[in-house]
T-cell receptor, first 114, second 115 residues
Framework: GNSVTQMEGPVTLSEEAFLTINCTYT??????LFWYVQYPGEGLQLLLKATKADDKGSNKGFEATYRKETTSFHLEKGSVQVSDSAVYFCALRMNSGGYQKVTFGTGTKLQVIP | GAVVSQHPSRVICKSGTSVKIECRSLDFQATTMFWYRQFPKKSLMLMATSNEGSKATYEQGVEKDKFLINHASLTLSTLTVTSAHPEDSSFYIC???????????FGSGTRLTVV
C-alpha cells in the first residue's frame, strides 16, 4: 500500500535559520505530492503541491521538489520566521482518476524561536 | 479558492450525549467529503467517505453506528458522534476534493471533549 514517512519532530530552529523537513513515500503508481500546514488550533491548509516528477512546488518561501528517483519530497525554506511555527504534513494522492484517499505522514512540529 | 466551513470549532459534551459536526462547502459543490480524526502526536486517520445522496463508506475499524455520517446535499455533510464517551475526545476534520489534479480543502476542525 501507499505510505508517507516524515522525520520526527519537534524541530526547533532560531529565526532566519534554514529549514529542511524530510519526506519520503512509497506508492504503486505516480502520486501527486502535497505539503499541508496546521497552525495551532486550526485545520489543515494546503501549503504546496507537485503533480509529477521533477515538479517544484513553492509557496510563502517554502519549496519542495518531487524526486521520483529517491521517492522524496523534502520541504525547505531558506529563512524561517516565528510565524512559521506549526505542524507540517507530507501527503500523497494517486492520479488514477476519481477521488482517491490521501495518505498523510505523521506530521513534523516546527518551533521557531526568536 | 474553495472553502469548507466546519462548525462548531470546539464542543464540550457530557458522556452519553450526541454531538453533530457540520461541514459546508461555501462556493462549490462537494459530492464527496472525507472525515478524519486526528490523535495527539499522530497523523490524520481517515474515518469515512461521505457521498451525496448515498451511504457513507467507512474505513475498517470505524463504528458506523457510532459515527453517523449524512451527506444530504451537495454543500453539506454532517458527522454525528452518538453516545459519546471520553475516548471519543479528539480533533475531527472534514475535507473535500478541489479537483482531479488538486489537493483537498480542509475545514478548520472541531475539538471534541467528552467529560
Amino acid at each position: 500500500g501507499n505510505s508517507v514517512t516524515q522525520m520526527e519532530g519537534p524541530v526547533t530552529l532560531s529565526e532566519e535559520a534554514f529549514l529542511t523537513i524530510n519526506c519520503t513515500y512509497t506508492a504503486t503508481g505516480y502520486p501527486s505530492l502535497f505539503w499541508y500546514v496546521q497552525y495551532p488550533g486550526e485545520g489543515l491548509q494546503l501549503l504546496l503541491k507537485a503533480t509529477k516528477a521533477d515538479d517544484k512546488g513553492s509557496n510563502k518561501g517554502f519549496e519542495a521538489t518531487y524526486r521520483k528517483e529517491t521517492t522524496s519530497f523534502h520541504l525547505e525554506k531558506g529563512s524561517v520566521q516565528v510565524s512559521d511555527s506549526a505542524v507540517y504534513f507530507c501527503a500523497l494522492r494517486m492520479n488514477s482518476g476519481g477521488y482517491q484517499k490521501v495518505t498523510f505522514g505523521t506530521g513534523t512540529k516546527l518551533q521557531v524561536i526568536p | 479558492g474553495a472553502v469548507v466551513s466546519q462548525h462548531p470549532s470546539r464542543v464540550i459534551c457530557k458522556s452519553g450525549t450526541s454531538v453533530k459536526i457540520e461541514c459546508r462547502s461555501l462556493d462549490f459543490q462537494a459530492t464527496t467529503m472525507f472525515w478524519y480524526r486526528q490523535f495527539p502526536k499522530k497523523s490524520l486517520m481517515l474515518m469515512a467517505t461521505s457521498n451525496e445522496g448515498s451511504k457513507a463508506t467507512y474505513e475498517q475499524g470505524v463504528e458506523k453506528d457510532k459515527f453517523l455520517i449524512n451527506h444530504a446535499s451537495l454543500t453539506l455533510s454532517t458527522l454525528t458522534v452518538t453516545s459519546a464517551h471520553p475516548e471519543d475526545s479528539s480533533f475531527y476534520i472534514c475535507s473535500a476534493p478541489e479537483g482531479q489534479a488538486g489537493g483537498y480543502t480542509f475545514g478548520s476542525g472541531t475539538r471534541l471533549t467528552v467529560v
